[in-house]
């Protein structure tokens, strides 16, 4: 099977019905118009690195997808269009048509169209670019955090990480439980929406890939300024807590990453208007601490405790 046969069965009809397409899949480069600020992001999703050889095709169309809709997310940005350049060993037809499966299923909420990409032969490997829209008035950035502002997170924390350890070791989990936790880690849900909605009132944002600690020192290296995080506020699931407890509990839920929810930072002045607009969105956020302006990051148990970090966040070169 040729490259372009490959195309033209399983991706073609990812194109989508967009106004905006002048020339999608098919030629040399795509053509898109508008007179709009975009927001631009790319992510490589590679076997064994980013997922388990074991994962299903569904859950990588998904998943890869979704890395990239999280980065939308943190910017407030409205998500359009995408290209993809997949590497695989061969033309698994099967496996093709799950992963695309998986791909529109999520592309599909959000209207996004495949524009363009590249397929060749070698070892896994997908890279997702996706182009949005963003609002140059409320456009979310990691550098504008202020001294005073409130620390917020969406959903819950440490479940994805929790659920890579679920394919690991025996954890005291039931069926249904353990499912949960591997839906967070491979079909996660990205905030576009809760961005979107929430950006009018935010100062800074990140989204939490990489684990809250190492995403939210992003924001406090790019902003210049420090932050206090009370970790026993950090938002944890029922079965978290139940199988991790001691010491060091919030070690996962600071460093284990593949969260893909919201970091926030939110003015004072705005921040009761901000809960109110997340109430009536059904948004689900949680205060866990505040900015400050002198350079230090301290993560407190109690006023006068200091939480101890026994370990440390993603890195791909560490």
Request: hydrophobic share 40%; aromatic share 8%; with cysteine.
């Amino acid at each position: 099977m040729s490259e372009f046969s490959i195309i033209k069965q399983y991706f073609e009809n990812l194109s989508g019905e967009r106004d905006d397409i002048t020339l999608g899949i098919g030629d040399d480069a795509a053509l898109v118009k508008t007179d709009k600020l975009l927001a631009i992001s790319v992510d490589t999703f590679i076997e064994n690195v980013h997922f388990p050889d074991s994962t299903c095709a569904y859950d990588i169309g998904w998943k890869s997808l979704a890395v990239n809709l999280s980065d939308m997310a943190a910017m407030g940005a409205e998500p359009c269009w995408m290209t993809l350049a997949i590497t695989m060993p061969k033309a698994d037809h099967e496996w093709l048509a799950e992963y695309c499966r998986g791909l529109s299923a999520l592309a599909r909420q959000f209207k996004l169209a495949l524009i363009g990409g590249d397929t060749s032969r070698g070892p896994l490997s997908i890279t997702i670019q996706i182009t949005g829209i963003a609002d140059e008035e409320n456009t979310l950035c990691r550098h504008k955090a202020k001294a005073g502002d409130a620390i917020y997170v969406t959903g819950y924390i440490g479940d994805a990480a929790l659920g890579l350890i679920s394919l690991q070791a025996d954890l005291n989990l039931s069926s249904t439980e353990r499912y949960r936790l591997q839906q967070k880690l491979n079909r996660p849900q990205p905030r576009v929406k809760e961005g979107f909605v929430l950006r009018r009132f935010v100062n800074a944002a990140i989204d939490i890939s990489d684990g809250l600690y190492a995403d939210l020192g992003h924001i406090l290296s790019a902003s210049e300024k420090g932050a206090v995080v009370w970790v026993k506020d950090i938002p944890v699931s029922a079965e978290y807590r139940w199988n991790k407890q001691g010491d060091n509990a919030y070690d996962l839920a600071l460093t284990g990453g593949d969260d893909y929810e919201l970091c926030l930072t939110v003015a004072a002045d705005k921040e009761a208007e901000f809960l109110h607009v997340a109430r009536e969105n059904n948004i689900d956020v949680t205060k866990i601490g505040e900015i400050t302006e002198n350079r230090e990051y301290q993560l407190l148990v109690t006023d006068d405790k200091e939480y101890v970090l026994d370990a440390r966040s993603f890195n791909h070169f560490s």
